[in-house]
């Protein structure tokens, strides 16, 4: 069947590659045929054990293997729905925040046995397990997997050859980033999420490139820009193990890509690339990267330098579509007039673009999706279409701000991840949360409120919170500083 996520999706060259995680030494190599077994054995499991049924919900927590990838195509095929960028739980307050709630009870969870066990090393967070234990129905435990019997099943012929999603089937259930509001929960399609990852791997994929995978699916762009890409079209599949949380654990990740001849890589933030460029050796085969936020001007020496064939950037919309756009800095790239603005032209047809006043619309006909706009705004030069910043605009008060005004200013004078300025419309408040003390840069910022309004000023400023606990995915959680703002403003207003 045409536009549903199934193993017949995936390139039936295709080779991954199972390592010791302790030794890093390859322990063995499965073709497509025996990958499919292991997509059996779950689709057993699931309906034999847990009397599977579509529309249900499932969460993958573990990080990537071959396990979690034959998972998710066996779910896929069962029409089971993947929640993405749920997010962790640090204290008993976050149980209630509105994107842990808002899926209501998961039907299944994947984990390691030991996250649940009381004492283990390595176990998960306390609260974790508490958001586990009242949101989540069934723990599959990937490390039990062998323990089901599936020879008991009097249904195996038919359990393989079930499929009950369908085109139009959910297939994704993420969240916002409710940068201004009450995050909203987006439904994708197997069909628009097949569609979309087939277009960009036609667009920057070769057949049979290796692909290294080191992050699980934890947000909604990484499957259709990394993640299905690698198995539509790639041929060897690598998974590093290993730290992910500081930049110290991307130095096996630089060193996993050198010796293994990577040639698709996925770096999702500035940090990770930037990282990745400056300690990566001059590569001798062809290393292709793509990456979610923008290439900048200090980027694109490093590209050169260090022999990359290419850094690729699609700009999109989570809420609309993905890959308007898709931005390349190659080895022809001019560094003295480089812009970082330009997104380059239209590729396709596949998208509908307009500019109307500045501001870019997109619809999708082969979608059946109508005209929406992102709110990005954009200026058309000689056939490039440059980003000139969000649209959104507030009013406060009397007095409107733009929120990309003061989003730019606020990273000026605190650095990348110093600080983050939310507002909050339906209070009228505008929130500072400081991770890094800067009194100087603070002085500033309100000088800078003050010089540019009348009366709007920063209501409230969070401090001595840990950068990490609201850090979701792939960036700072806007809805959870609003959230936690609120109550301390409160609590202020009580004293």
Request: charged share 25%.
């Amino acid at each position: 069947m045409q536009n549903v996520i199934t193993r017949k999706c995936i390139n039936p060259e295709i080779q991954l590659y199972e390592h010791n995680i302790e030794t890093g030494e390859v322990e063995k190599i499965y073709n497509y045929d025996e990958f499919c077994v292991l997509i059996d054995r779950w689709k057993i499991l699931l309906i034999e054990k847990y009397d599977a049924k579509p529309g249900q919900t499932i969460f993958l927590q573990t990080n990537p293997n071959l396990f979690y990838y034959a998972l998710f195509f066996a779910a896929a095929e069962l029409g089971l729905i993947f929640i993405i960028d749920w997010p962790r739980v640090w204290t008993e307050d976050d149980l209630s925040q509105y994107k842990v709630t808002m899926h209501g009870i998961i039907d299944y969870v994947l984990i390691f046995s030991h996250m649940h066990t009381i004492g283990h090393p390595k176990q998960i967070h306390y609260w974790e397990i508490q958001r586990d234990l009242r949101f989540i129905k069934h723990v599959l435990c990937e490390d039990k997997l062998y323990d089901f019997d599936i020879t008991r099943s009097t249904r195996i012929t038919e359990i393989i050859n079930t499929v009950w999603a369908t085109p139009d089937s959910e297939l994704l259930y993420s969240a916002s980033s409710g940068t201004t509001g009450t995050p909203k929960k987006i439904v994708n399609t197997h069909k628009k999420v097949y569609l979309m990852a087939q277009r960009l791997a036609d667009l920057y994929f070769t057949k049979n490139d290796s692909v290294l995978h080191y992050k699980n699916i934890h947000h909604g762009a990484s499957m259709s820009y990394h993640f299905l890409p690698g198995f539509m079209r790639g041929g060897k599949q690598f998974t590093a193990n290993g730290r992910h949380g500081d930049h110290t654990g991307l130095d096996p990740i630089v060193k996993f890509a050198v010796d293994n001849e990577i040639n698709q890589l996925f770096l999702y933030s500035p940090e990770y690339l930037l990282y990745f460029l400056k300690n990566v050796p001059r590569v001798n085969h062809r290393l292709n990267i793509v990456t979610l936020y923008q290439i900048t001007s200090d980027m694109v020496p490093l590209i050169k330098e260090k022999n990359i064939n290419y850094v690729k950037s699609p700009f999109g919309d989570t809420t609309i579509g993905l890959g308007f756009f898709v931005k390349t800095v190659d080895q022809n790239t001019d560094v003295v007039n480089y812009d970082v603005t330009n997104m380059g032209p239209v590729l396709d047809d596949f998208f509908q673009i307009e500019l109307r006043d500045g501001s870019l619309y997109v619809a999708c006909r082969e979608l059946g999706e109508d005209w929406r706009t992102s709110d990005d705004k954009f200026e058309i030069i000689d056939g490039n279409w440059h980003f000139r910043g969000r649209n959104n605009a507030y009013r406060i008060g009397e007095e409107w701000i733009r929120l990309n005004d003061i989003e730019q200013q606020t990273k000026l004078l605190f650095g990348p991840n110093g600080a983050n300025i939310v507002v909050d419309f339906e209070m009228q408040k505008i929130y500072l949360a400081v991770w890094k003390e800067n009194p100087d840069a603070e002085y500033l910022l309100n000088t800078f409120f003050d010089q540019q309004y009348e009366s709007v000023k920063i209501s409230y400023v969070l401090r001595n919170e840990e950068y990490e606990h609201f850090f979701n995915s792939r960036k700072i959680d806007n809805s959870k500083i609003r959230q936690v703002c609120r109550e301390k403003v409160k609590l202020t207003n009580k004293v």
